[in-house]
């Protein structure tokens, strides 16, 4: 089963996450989510566990607890969906278009 935790400290560790689950079972991966461009974390993870039944107490028993003077957030985690992505970055500081698609802005253009 695949977990979702948030509200991470920016301090913890692809490790640390990890030694959070494994008193609850075998935890077959552990990746703190980074920034791209800085490689800072984002505060959101996720934990992969090779036991459904192990998974579901982890979330029972860690939802809500303090790590690292931060209550986290622990949910089994969400396949992602289809669907738009973000905007652009813009031009000359004027922000970035919106993402994804909007039938009501639909417009007939003639590519030929």
């Known amino acids: 089963m695949n977990i979702y935790v948030s509200n ?3 301090k913890l560790q692809d490790e640390d996450l990890k030694q959070i689950f494994t008193s ?4 077959t991966s552990a990746k703190v989510i980074r920034d791209n461009q800085s490689g800072r974390s984002r505060g959101f993870g996720f934990v992969e566990m090779a036991s459904d039944d192990d998974a579901r107490a982890a979330i029972e028993k860690l939802n809500g607890t303090e790590v690292d003077g931060r209550s986290i957030v622990v949910n089994e985690a969400r396949p992602r969906t289809e669907g738009g992505g973000g905007g652009g970055g813009g031009f000359k500081k004027r922000g970035g278009g919106g993402g994804g698609y909007d039938n009501r802005r ?4 003639n590519r030929d």
């Open 8 to 10: 991470l400290s920016f």
């Open 106 to 109: 639909q417009r007939d253009f």
């Open 24 to 27: 609850f079972g075998e935890v």
